[in-house]
């Protein structure tokens, strides 16, 4: 807004909640206003607000006094000198709390705990090309393409959880890297899914007092969980 003596923040209305900043005014000035923009498929429609304490406190806190909020944010301060301060370094991010419910943060991927039987790490660098002219023709007129990667090497390493024997660094630099890689990991893939993972290999005979601990667990082995169930042995 160009209007030299007015500014304008525009906010929505979500699920009683006001969400926002759809508009946040770059400059506060003597004649500010803020709005709340309710709309459906059809209809737009502003509404302007008296007093923004009054229409968000409850949003935030249970308390009564008075709020001051950082309208970048939506952060309530109790404090004014508080909220003065954040204002001059908010980042102007909008911060979504999750609920009491939902406010808990624990691991769920159980299954990821159980060893893989072979995990493969790779890494690759590249030398910098300069982009010949012919090879801009066709680009966005916004986009110049300057540089350009060429892999010039790799390595990748074979992990295997049960036997190191299996393990393997390989370590290639020259021409055509990329196709080398690529040759020599299908490789090393196709021989291992051939030879290992296409194999069933059957479970040890379980000593009489692995079998009696066995029946007695009522954990699931992996993530912990009361199985709950006669026989189930994992919940993962």
Same mark, same amino acid.
């Given at each position: 807004m160009n209007n030299p003596e007015i500014s304008v923040n525009v906010f929505g209305y979500e699920n009683k909640s006001v969400v926002g900043p759809y508009y946040l005014t770059k400059e506060t000035k003597s004649n500010h206003i803020n709005l709340i923009l309710l709309h459906n498929e059809e209809n737009f429609h502003y509404i302007l607000v008296m007093d923004m304490s009054c229409l968000m406190r409850s949003q935030f806190t249970s308390h009564k006094e008075k709020g001051y909020f950082c309208f970048g944010c939506l952060q309530c301060f109790h404090d004014e000198n508080k909220c003065m301060t954040h204002k001059k370094q908010c980042g102007k991010v909008v911060c979504a709390l999750p609920n009491k419910k939902e406010a808990v943060l624990k691991f769920v991927n159980h299954k990821k705990k159980d060893k893989v039987p072979?995990?493969?790490y790779a890494d690759s660098e590249s030398v910098l090309e300069d982009v010949q002219e012919d090879e801009?023709?066709?680009?966005? $007129? $916004?986009t110049e393409k300057v540089k350009k990667h060429i892999p010039c090497a790799f390595s990748y390493f074979i992990k295997c959880s049960f036997n190191e024997n299996l393990n393997k660094l390989f370590i290639y630099s020259g021409p055509d890297a990329a196709n080398v890689f690529l040759k020599e990991l299908i490789q090393d893939c196709k021989f291992l899914y051939d030879s290992y993972l296409t194999k069933t290999k059957p479970m040890n005979t379980l000593t009489p007092e692995e079998e009696t601990a066995f029946l007695r667990d009522?954990?699931?082995?992996i993530c912990g969980d009361i199985l709950g169930l006669v026989g189930l042995t994992t919940l993962c």
């Amino acid at each position: 807004m160009n209007n030299p003596e007015i500014s304008v923040n525009v906010f929505g209305y979500e699920n009683k909640s006001v969400v926002g900043p759809y508009y946040l005014t770059k400059e506060t000035k003597s004649n500010h206003i803020n709005l709340i923009l309710l709309h459906n498929e059809e209809n737009f429609h502003y509404i302007l607000v008296m007093d923004m304490s009054c229409l968000m406190r409850s949003q935030f806190t249970s308390h009564k006094e008075k709020g001051y909020f950082c309208f970048g944010c939506l952060q309530c301060f109790h404090d004014e000198n508080k909220c003065m301060t954040h204002k001059k370094q908010c980042g102007k991010v909008v911060c979504a709390l999750p609920n009491k419910k939902e406010a808990v943060l624990k691991f769920v991927n159980h299954k990821k705990k159980d060893k893989v039987p072979f995990v493969i790490y790779a890494d690759s660098e590249s030398v910098l090309e300069d982009v010949q002219e012919d090879e801009n023709n066709g680009a966005s $007129k $916004k986009t110049e393409k300057v540089k350009k990667h060429i892999p010039c090497a790799f390595s990748y390493f074979i992990k295997c959880s049960f036997n190191e024997n299996l393990n393997k660094l390989f370590i290639y630099s020259g021409p055509d890297a990329a196709n080398v890689f690529l040759k020599e990991l299908i490789q090393d893939c196709k021989f291992l899914y051939d030879s290992y993972l296409t194999k069933t290999k059957p479970m040890n005979t379980l000593t009489p007092e692995e079998e009696t601990a066995f029946l007695r667990d009522i954990n699931c082995r992996i993530c912990g969980d009361i199985l709950g169930l006669v026989g189930l042995t994992t919940l993962c």
